[in-house]
């Protein structure tokens, strides 16, 4: 057996660098690690370290000047490494080149008498200066050849595992054109000394968390208009007026009563929508229900049921009202093109087993009774209805119809179809009873000092209403992933005080995490309670395991709909939501002792980012740096410039980092309602950008943006041609790592490790360019840092398309992307949970699956 020094862990770091500096700074940052960061840090509070650090080469360069950004990191990383991994020898190798590391690692690990855990913890690489190519394809060139010679070097007794997490390459040379995530973590090498000291001081530390101790932290015209064109149009005229919009993808058999519907919608006012793809169409028409309450009429060719993708089923969910109209073909054709109810399929099985109402339109001497049928589903009000018609009904103009209807009556013996009464008034109310109502009053007006409301979609009224109980009541307000901005930080101008971020299955806020837990642990049941107001409490709704829902938290849930009614909630008011707030708000009694602990346990809970990296100035950014910045500028514009702005939020990390970390002003769009379909909230931004007076702000990853057409064509050809106007400033922010984020931060936290070719999605960067189309400025700019100044003038640019590219670094840093990275050692409070499963073997987490 070997001593005791040789039972201890020995974490090896490979540096090849042919500079002094390069090696000297990163000597510098291990050094600080092993060693005390001076008498004054809290990192240091119970007595020095054992862990040593063992380096030849050149001496350690103090990274000066060394700001607080770096202390902050320093003990921040001290701090977990002092409780997880006290007693350790960190072994720094430099070299010119990976020949000569590879040797030395021969040396190290050949003493067959120790013991103790040899791991080849990271391997530091200087691009330029070492010769290794800046991008090599896949695993190979000389970046490649040079980690087999390290793999082969090492013992079979040494961990040694090349990841995004273990393996850094710095060079100087600019981002190329093609951007793709690669097998490693590449970063332009620092100006500034204490940056690449930082880098590495986090780099070491979140090896040591996420892969040494094994914590589990792991889609010929006719001469008069088609009875459709009348009926449907005449239909939603009476409901909506002008504000239901017309949205279309061409083709042949559709394309008369497209014609039709657009002159008449020209004449009443209507928004003509239009999009780069049948499934746009939907993405839009379910982003303006959800934002302004408009129906709408979708109209596309044959065979394009499916185009809709799961959007069809979250406009169903959305309870979203409008018509879809599908060509199809005549129940007796042959195997027709693009068909889809023949011998061979039906797509109205398909429409049933979603849920979702339909009729098939295949007889012109049925269809003003077939109308009806479809009038009176749109008012049940159970989402879309979808009319599958043959072209024979598509070319039926009312007058044909009415002699058809007449000729079927009069053989049949049935008595003329009549449209079904119109709505006058709002559908019949949802009042509250007594016995649901009474204790949830005892909650509000004498139960715990932690009330924590989560709020879906909210009318005006109901806005107010809730603003105003949750300010003389002490209750905490909370939007979600699906519904962002249904409450907000800003409102008219001003700071919610009441406000503390998003709660969701992803991208919870810290504040909303360190409000309902203590030590790592939820808060016991009797401490707080969760209302969810107007939601059916869907799985994106919260972090929270089922357990967890039905044991561990009091839960109140006020929906008008009783499918919606959750079997884990103790208090299930089936209601109105403004009937319930009404009531609420007339009954309302908090005593001032009571509202005052309340407000104070809102205030105890940090407004922070609740992490080192947003600190950090590195390239490309990290989302946390992005995003925290960018946050700063929209906080200026607002308070500053009343700015106000729409935000559209597409599935993936940077959608998700958005909504976490920037401040609203008001409802958004996010595609992670429903099924969460990548591409969604691109594919709706023409519909919201062509329809609002305010700025638009939309975040889409280079992963769903790879997945749908390019909008900006459409968008210019409805400001040029089709006379529509972008009033505010549209900023799309495309946020480029190269690979699917989401889907690579749950199988790297379950594997440990890199996640494989699978993830990686490949971008070819644009140049810069700026381009008018008459009113219209379009422009394309690639963000490599951000500027405030500049921002806070291009942001407010009117009548303005503003495309960025943003080339960013993976990471699975905070923003809420599972419960358990609350326990990742840089939070700003790091409870002793963090510790206890930092000593424990490695075990499999329970993390929801990403996309």
Not at 179 to 206: E, G, I, M, N, S
Not at 559 to 565: D, S
Not at 571 to 599: I, M, T
Request: hydrophobic share 40%; with cysteine; glycine share 10%.
């Amino acid at each position: 057996m070997g001593s005791d020094s040789d039972k201890r862990p020995r974490f090896l770091v490979v540096a090849v660098s042919g500079r002094a500096a390069f090696h000297g700074t990163i000597a510098a940052a291990l050094s600080d690690l092993a060693g005390r960061t001076g008498p004054a840090d809290p990192a240091d509070a119970a007595g020095p370290s054992v862990r040593e650090l063992v380096a030849a080469g050149p001496p350690a360069a103090s990274p000066e000047p060394a700001p607080d950004a770096y202390r902050h990191a320093l003990v921040r990383a001290r701090r977990f490494l002092d409780g997880a991994l006290p007693d350790a020898e960190i072994r720094l190798v430099s070299t010119e080149g990976f020949a000569d590391a590879a040797d030395e690692l021969r040396r190290l690990t050949a003493d067959e008498r120790r013991d103790g855990d040899d791991v080849l913890a990271l391997v530091l690489v200087d691009a330029g200066s070492a010769d290794v190519p800046a991008a090599p394809a896949g695993d190979g060139g000389g970046l490649g050849a040079g980690l087999a010679e390290l793999r082969e070097a090492s013992a079979a007794t040494v961990r040694c595992e090349f990841s995004p997490y273990t393996v850094f390459v710095y060079d100087e040379a600019p981002l190329g054109p093609a951007l793709l995530a690669h097998p490693y973590t590449r970063r332009q090498l620092p100006a500034l000394p204490w940056v690449l000291a930082a880098d590495v001081v986090c780099a070491f530390t979140d090896y040591v968390q996420l892969g040494y101790t094994g914590a589990p932290l792991r889609g010929a015209a006719a001469s008069t208009p088609a009875l459709l064109s009348d009926e449907l149009a005449g239909f939603l005229d009476e409901r909506a007026g002008s504000a239901w919009g017309l949205h279309y993808y061409t083709g042949s058999v559709v394309s008369g009563l497209i014609a039709d519907l657009e002159v008449r919608a020209a004449r009443g006012g209507n928004p003509v929508l239009r999009g780069p793809s049948e499934h746009s169409l939907a993405c839009g028409a379910l982003a303006r229900w959800q934002l302004d309450a408009a129906p709408f009429l979708i109209v596309v060719t044959s065979g394009m049921a499916d185009e809709f993708r799961g959007t069809l089923a979250n406009l169903r969910d959305a309870r979203a009202r409008g018509f879809i109209v599908c060509a199809d073909s005549p129940r007796d054709a042959w195997f027709p093109f693009q068909g889809t109810v023949h011998g061979a399929e039906d797509t109205r099985e398909v429409l049933r087993a979603r849920g979702v109402p339909f009729l098939y339109l295949d007889d012109p001497e049925q269809l003003t009774d077939r109308l009806s049928e479809a009038f009176t589903a749109y008012e049940a009000g159970r989402g879309p209805v979808v009319l599958l018609a043959t072209p024979e009904v598509l070319r039926t103009t009312a007058v044909a119809a009415r002699t058809a209807s007449a000729r079927h009556r009069a053989g049949s013996g049935a008595a003329p179809a009549s449209r079904p009464a119109r709505e006058t008034g709002p559908r019949a109310r949802l009042t509250v009873h007594e016995d649901a109502i009474a204790p949830v009053m005892e909650i509000v007006n004498h139960g715990p000092d932690r009330l924590l409301w989560q709020c879906g979609r909210l009318g005006t009224e109901e806005r107010d209403l809730v603003h105003d109980i949750a300010a003389r009541a002490g209750i905490a307000l909370a939007d979600s992933l699906t519904r962002p901005g249904s409450v907000a930080r800003y409102r008219d101008g001003g700071v919610v005080p009441e406000y503390l971020g998003t709660l969701g299955v992803y991208g919870y806020s810290d504040r909303i995490h360190d409000f309902l837990h203590h030590g790592g642990r939820l808060r016991p049941r009797d401490e707080q309670c969760l209302f969810f107001l107007k939601s059916r409490i869907a799985e994106a709704a919260t972090p929270f395991s089922p357990r967890a829902l039905a044991r561990s938290l009091r839960i109140v849930q006020v929906t008008r709909e009783e499918e919606h009614l959750a079997p884990f909630a103790d208090h299930r008011l089936r209601c109105d939501g403004v009937e319930f707030l009404r009531e609420l708000h007339r009954r309302l009694d908090v005593a001032e002792p009571l509202r005052s602990r309340r407000v104070r346990a809102i205030g105890e809970s940090r407004d922070s980012a609740s992490d080192i990296v947003h600190t950090l100035p590195l390239a490309p950014m990290s989302p946390n740096y992005f995003f925290d910045r960018l946050g700063s500028v929209l906080d200026t514009l607002i308070t500053t410039h009343g700015y106000t702005y729409t935000g559209v939020f597409d599935v993936g990390r940077g959608g998700l980092s958005a909504i976490r970390n920037l401040p609203r002003t008001g409802p958004g769009f996010s595609g992670w309602y429903g099924r969460a379909l990548m591409g969604d909230a691109l594919q709706a931004v023409p519909a919201v950008a062509l329809t609002r007076d305010a700025n638009v702000l939309a975040f889409v990853g280079d992963g769903a943006a790879a997945m749908v057409p390019d909008i900006v064509p459409t968008l210019v050809q409805e400001v040029t041609v089709n006379g529509h106007r972008i009033a505010g400033n549209l900023s799309i922010f495309r946020l480029i790592d190269g690979g699917h984020s989401v889907i690579r931060t749950y199988r790297e936290g379950r594997r440990g490790g890199e996640a494989g070719r699978q993830t990686q999605v490949l971008h070819l960067l644009e140049d810069e360019w700026e381009r008018t189309f008459g009113e219209l400025t379009v422009s394309h700019r690639h963000l490599t840092d951000v500027n405030p100044g500049e921002l806070v003038d291009r942001l407010r640019r009117p009548s303005t398309v503003d495309l960025y590219s943003v080339p960013m670094a993976h990471n699975n840093e905070g923003d809420g992307l599972s419960l358990l990275s609350s326990l990742g050692w840089q939070r700003d409070r790091l409870p002793e949970l963090t510790f206890d499963m930092a000593r424990r073997p490695a075990a499999p987490a329970r993390i929801r699956p990403g996309r």
